[in-house]
């Protein structure tokens, strides 16, 4: 066999056959389920009359083919394993077609699959050649109308997309529903969902007035975990008409929870599949953090209706048209929601540690690709994370009020169609006037922008030269790279007054918050009437998505730490605080010198807590060290045990230092109101939490009986999981390992419950994890099949750096093992778990030699195209 090959961008052409109309009939079984399709197909006016027609399909097979009513025999038609060709067709035709599937074993979970016995379908990006022969490609749309046939006793419930139009009886205990769809659609949009499932039924009322019925689909032991997400949904719902003028365009909403799910969620038009951990939540079972998740996740997908089903992409390439908008508008409205300090931080911090690191490794990739191999391997951090970060710079450059009008416009003008990125920032330029020329780069090039900044304060001319200098490293096929325009948002903060200065520049005053753009190389950028010397404060916000480096010294961070008026930047100036901290140790630790804790930082951790910032969930995060997978992508050179060493210093440091004040905010956060996640009672935990476990990290005896209380209070899960996360990954293991056993019984029934016990153990920092992976693996609990189940355990590990980076290569042996099996079974996680082995560059060079090896063992396999384009890159 041949190696799987890439698809490029400028091979685009527009598909030579349209389907208008798509009837589908599904006579569901098991192993072997019928499909009917009955495609009305028109040629395209521009192409050519012996144009072939050529459809999509894989794992199929073809019992009957007809065009305009006669059968087709094999002499009229070639079939592979991936297309079915006919080479005479008429300008309009009907093609009609049957084929079989089996559901039960598809564990690849793309196309129709099963999930605990129900049936469901993920089709985005090209699962829908698996259920029929079809052009599937996001350009082909259709309305579609779908009868769904199956055991009225097992699956009770059949839902497709769109509105239910006929249902009866049939023989042999079978029964049918038909639904029908309305609005054209891609393929890729299709859904299918059968079972035996029990719905929580609400409405709402659109702004022009119409009634929308609103449907969550569970099974029936999770009835009471849908509150949070309808509650979600309905916020959704008003939030992006006010805020997009956007409305829902059909009678029903329907979302359906599925155990097993390879992604987070699915916007199928009007039946919207959700993995089950993205929402079901209840205050027993699921945390803070998991009710924000589901909050987010749910209006994402909602949001999609618009940004994405209404105007979707022409191709795969324009991935991020969808994604990157529709994550900028789940991102607003989670920070308009919550505290939006606090959700800015929370997404800048993962940014910089999992996008700048694909970034920096062998799979960069620009927002829009210009060529791939297995479209499953690009829904990252950069197509959607990075996208978003670009659309935010659209709207801060634009203004709101430009920014929406563009939106207006781009819904108005491309409803209904499939397009690009340039018609999206066309619109934004058309209605604002603004250059955008040199801003689409941040579309085409890849890696992170770094920006070196030098300032300086002239006293004489009462002026501060700001110099701003820009590189973006190679990325794979990507030399050289040209500069980007790049918004910097800053301030000048004032030594002697504190406050934000007023900034001039050629005579023109901007406020004391202003955008400079940086679009060369290099820049000096001066401000004059400077009255006294400042402390830049740069990139306020997160303006671009670039790594800034500016020579301050510590005393200037403890400073904007502070003073600095933009919140975003408080937090920042506490991490790079604690990073010159944390470098000076790890120095420390490699040379084997003595570790001393750097007195400002303890000052500035004190001038914290005892007082000044009055969003407690800004403090948490502001109490909050890097974490030591953002450490490590500071580093030249990768070394996990001088990092961990180092981060556990310094926490043991402050909370010696400061063990009273740590137990003073405990205490004053300690509530026991009933649950609610409302970022008042969520700022609270978070806050006890963070100060609970600076108290565990010396077991302190008041510490340790706090959490022991915490635990056995069983609260909530948040708290609950909290204070076992601690017991565990202590030392004391004669309290963690009963907490644990009772926590795992009490448990045994709640899959997603469980998924929290697996990743709590193998976090752990102590160095006995992957026998307990090894172990846990053949936990009744654990199933390979389940990718939450492989996230929770075996992705969770390879995220343990001092216990996945062991010098013996277990670790890394262990990952590849399972991989090797995935690539069998479900393609699409394999390729996601090798992920940390890919980035071995980063690592000193026995452990280079051991990653390497698996690499190499991995590619010596028969390889899904997944996993092989991975692979191939991550040893080029
Ligand atoms: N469009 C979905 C979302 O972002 C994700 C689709 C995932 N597709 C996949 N093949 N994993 O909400
Ligand atoms: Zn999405």
């Known amino acids: ?93 009907i093609l009609e077609s049957e084929v079989e599937i089996a559901p039960s074993s598809n564990t690849a979970l793309e196309g129709l699959y099963q999930s605990n016995g129900m049936y469901c379908t993920q089709c985005e990006a090209e699962g829908f050649r698996r259920i029929t022969y079809y052009p599937d490609r996001p350009d082909v749309m259709a309305t579609f109308k779908v009868t769904v046939i199956g055991n009225a006793t097992s699956e009770p419930v059949l839902l497709a997309n769109g509105n239910p139009v006929a249902q009866g009886a049939l023989e042999n205990g079978r029964h049918f529903v038909t639904w029908e769809d309305p609005h054209p659609k891609p ?66 909403f329907m979302i359906v929870a599925v155990n097993d799910f390879n992604m987070g969620a699915m916007e199928n038009k009007g039946l919207n599949i959700f993995n089950s951990a993205a929402v079901l939540t209840h205050s027993n079972t699921a945390t803070d953090a998991a009710f924000q998740n589901v909050e987010g996740i749910v209006a994402h997908e909602y949001f999609h209706n618009w940004s994405g089903n209404r105007v979707t992409c022409r191709d795969w390439f324009q991935l991020s048209l969808k994604e990157g908008f529709t994550v900028f508008r789940d991102q607003c409205f989670s920070a308009d929601t919550n505290s939006a300090p606090v959700k800015r931080i929370q997404d800048v911090s993962f940014f910089r540690t999992a996008q700048f690191a694909e970034d920096a490794g062998p799979t960069a990739h620009p927002i829009r690709p210009d060529h791939f191999i297995e479209i499953t391997n690009f829904y990252t951090l950069t197509i959607y994370e990075k996208g978003a970060e670009v659309v935010r710079m659209l709207r801060n450059l634009l203004g709101w009020e430009d920014f929406r009008r563009g939106s207006d416009l781009y819904f108005e003008r491309f409803d209904g169609q499939a397009v690009t990125i340039e018609d999206f920032v066309g619109c934004m330029a058309e209605v604002s006037g603004a250059d955008l020329e040199q801003f689409m780069r941040w579309y085409s090039q890849a890696g992170t922008p770094e920006i070196d900044a030098r300032g300086e304060y002239d006293y004489a001319h009462a002026e501060y030269h700001l110099t701003l200098r820009q590189r973006t490293p190679a990325t794979p096929g990507q030399p050289d790279k040209l500069p980007l325009h790049i918004p910097v948002r800053m301030g000048l903060v004032g030594t002697k007054s504190g406050k934000d200065l007023p900034l001039t520049m050629n005579g023109e005053t901007l406020g004391k918050d202003a955008v400079i753009h940086l679009r060369e190389y ?214 963690a390992s009963p907490a644990l056993k009772a926590f795992g019984q009490k448990w045994a029934h709640d899959p997603l419950v469980m998924d929290q016990w697996f990743t709590i153990q193998v976090t752990r920092p102590q160095l006995d994890v992957l026998e307990r992976v090894e172990y846990l693996m053949q936990h009744p609990a654990f199933s390979i099949k389940n990718p939450n189940k492989v996230r929770a355990l075996v992705g969770a590990f390879a995220q343990n750096r001092v216990n996945f980076h062991r010098l013996d290569g277990k670790g890394y042996a262990l990952l590849a093992d399972v991989v090797i099996e995935l690539n069998r079974l479900n393609p699409e996680i394999a390729a996601r778990l090798i992920t940390p082995l890919t980035r071995w560059q980063r690592f000193d060079e026995e452990r280079q030699q051991l990653m390497r090896e698996q690499l190499e063992r991995i590619k010596r396999e028969p390889l899904s195209s997944n996993v092989f384009e991975v692979v191939e890159k991550a040893l080029a």
């Open 1 to 93: 066999m041949s190696d799987p090959q890439p698809v490029y961008l400028s091979d685009y052409q527009p598909p030579n056959y349209q389907v208008t109309h798509t009837e589908l009939t599904f006579d569901l079984d098991p192993t072997a389920t019928r499909v009917k399709a009955r495609l009305m197909i028109e040629r395209h006016s521009e192409a050519s009359d012996d144009a072939p027609l050529v459809l999509n399909g894989e794992h199929l097979t073809l019992l009957k083919l007809a065009l305009d009513g006669s059968p087709l025999t094999e002499a009229d038609y070639r079939l592979n394993d991936e297309t079915l060709r006919i080479e005479d067709v008429p300008a309009a035709f």
């Open 187 to 252: 393929c890729y949009l299709f859904a299918l969902v059968a079972g035996d499932l029990h719905k929580v039924e609400d409405r709402f009322t659109t702004m022009s007035g119409r009634q929308v019925a609103l449907q969550l689909w569970v099974e029936q032991e999770n009835l009471d975990k849908t509150e949070h997400a309808m509650a979600s949904l309905k916020r959704a719902m008003v939030w992006d008409e006010q805020t997009y003028g956007r409305e829902y365009d059909l009678d029903l």
């Open 522 to 735: 290099e820049q000096t950028f001066i401000f004059t009437d400077v009255a006294e010397a400042p402390v830049p404060s740069l990139l306020r916000d997160f303006s671009a998505p670039v790594k800034l480096h500016f020579p301050y010294s510590r005393e200037d961070l403890a400073f904007l730490l502070t003073h600095d008026s933009d919140g975003f930047n408080r937090w920042d100036a506490g991490q790079r605080l604690a990073m010159l901290a944390l470098d000076d140790l790890i120095a420390a630790h490699r040379n084997g010198v003595e570790k001393v804790m750097d007195s400002r930082v303890v000052e500035a951790f004190r001038t914290l807590l005892t007082g000044q910032v009055s969003d407690k969930a800004v403090l948490a995060e502001m109490l909050t060290l890097p974490s030591e997978a953002y450490i490590a992508e500071q580093q030249p050179i990768i070394d996990v045990d001088a990092i961990h060493a180092a981060r556990e210093f310094v926490r043991q440091s402050l909370a010696m230092a400061l063990r009273d004040e740590f137990i003073a905010i405990y205490n004053d956060n300690v509530s026991d109101e009933p649950y609610a996640p409302t970022p008042e009672q969520i700022a609270q935990r978070s806050l006890k939490n963070v100060a609970l476990a600076y108290l565990m990290s010396i077991e302190d005896e008041q510490g340790l009986a706090l959490c022991e209380a915490q635990f056995a209070a069983d609260h909530n899960m948040t708290d609950v999981r909290h204070a076992l996360t601690l017991l565990v990954h202590s030392d004391r293991d004669d309290l």
